[in-house]
C-alpha cells in the first residue's frame, strides 16, 4: 500500500506506521491502538529500568500477557498466521 510504502521523516517511528495501517484500513483500528499503546508500555518500563542503571531490560513476561496477546493478534492479522520463534 502506498501510504506504508513512504512513512514521511515527521511520522517516522514504530507508532506512527501502525496509525498509517489503520487510517488506510489495512489493519483493525483496535488492533493497531492496541499495539501501540503495548508500545509504549514497553518503552516506559524500559525507560524506567535504564534510568535506574539497568544496561539490559529484562521482564517477567506473565504481567504483560494482555500486551503480547495484542501483538500477536496483530501479526497474525497481517501475516495470516501466529508469530512463532526461529531458531
Known sequence: HPRILYVPPDAAG??????IAS???LT???HASD????????RR???AQR???ASQVRVDPAPYATQRAHVDA???AVFGAPWTPSG
Open 14 to 19: 514504530n507508532i506512527a506506521p501502525l496509525q
Open 28 to 30: 483493525d483500528p483496535s
Open 35 to 42: 499495539v501501540a499503546a503495548a508500545y509504549r508500555d514497553f
Open 23 to 25: 487510517d488506510a484500513v
Open 74 to 76: 496483530l501479526w497474525s
Open 51 to 53: 534510568m535506574a542503571g
Open 45 to 47: 518500563v524500559q525507560h
